[in-house]
């Protein structure tokens, strides 16, 4: 009995240990994706970076620096939806800027098929 106890002891705190070296990983969160869904990205981002740099009529930036994007990802059935979104920078803080155009550009959605790998729809924020 005594070395039933001992044992279960000994098996409790290794769990817990691997569960705290676990919780520290670099590599906690890590998410997946298919080869298929990174070409989907890839081809998310190029469409991006090919716009990268132009400004609108008004001289606005249509796209800014990648540096100053979040990217999110959406699986929907064959479709991945690839959304940039821009930080706020310093001149949107100051003048309150909400929306989905900051000082470094707007914030689009590009739907890429899983199956055709090609750009089925792009949006953009107001």
């Known amino acids: 009995m005594k070395s039933t106890v001992t044992s279960l002891f000994v098996v409790f705190s290794l769990g817990i240990q691997a569960t705290a070296r676990a919780q520290e990983s670099?590599?906690?969160?890590?998410?997946?994706?298919?080869?298929?869904?990174?070409?989907?990205?890839?081809i998310a981002l190029r469409e991006f970076e090919k716009h990268?740099?132009?400004r609108t009529e008004k001289g606005e930036p249509v796209y800014g620096d990648l540096r100053h994007y979040d990217m999110e990802l959406r699986r929907r059935g064959d479709v991945l939806e690839v959304g940039f979104s821009p930080e706020s920078g310093p001149v949107d803080r100051k003048e309150?800027?909400?929306?989905?155009?900051?000082q470094y550009g707007i914030a689009t959605t590009c739907e890429v098929s899983l199956k055709t790998l090609k750009i089925v729809r792009q949006t953009f924020a107001r």
């Open 52 to 54: 990268q740099g132009t």
């Open 96 to 102: 309150g800027t909400v929306g989905g155009r900051t």
């Open 26 to 42: 670099p590599w906690k969160g890590m998410i997946t994706i298919s080869g298929r869904e990174a070409r989907a990205l890839a």
